[in-house]
């Protein structure tokens, strides 16, 4: 019986973290990139226009 719960909650934790790993990799971590790339893409003008403004 020990046995079984306890190969019962090794695959629902390795279940678990292998979904967030999925997650992250899948949407997180591009989105992440994506945002990063046109922050950096975007004239530096622009950004010190607005800071002046407000």
Not at 27 to 50: D, H, Q
């Amino acid at each position: 019986m020990g046995l079984i719960f306890g190969f019962s909650l090794f695959i629902i934790f390795g279940l678990m973290a292998f979904w967030v790993l999925a997650f992250l990799l899948g949407f997180a971590v591009p989105y992440w990139i994506t945002i990063g790339s046109i922050e950096m893409l975007r004239p530096k003008r622009l950004t010190e226009e607005e800071a002046e403004e407000k």
